[in-house]
């Protein structure tokens, strides 16, 4: 299944966060689940994922980031191997 992080996933994340972080956010827009936790692995209720290399780097740079700069970064994509629902 294919995901966007939005701009509005951006500017709605919190830094350091594995539940609220714009990933998180996107997942959890999409798929309409709560139990959501994003880090090197991807939890999604019971299941686990592992992170994508774009969006490794991608919660890294959005961590490191002031938040004036932040609001430069652009949508990103990725995937993961579940079907939906």
Known sequence: MRFTVTKG???RGVKNSPVMCPV???IRRILKRSEIRVGIIIFIDEYTF???PNVLK????????????ILKM???LFELPIEER
């Open 58 to 69: 991608f919660m890294k740079k959005f961590d490191a980031l002031e938040d004036k700069e």
């Open 24 to 26: 998180a956010r996107a």
């Open 74 to 76: 652009r949508q990103i």
């Open 50 to 52: 592992g992170t994508p």
């Open 9 to 11: 996933d951006i500017l």
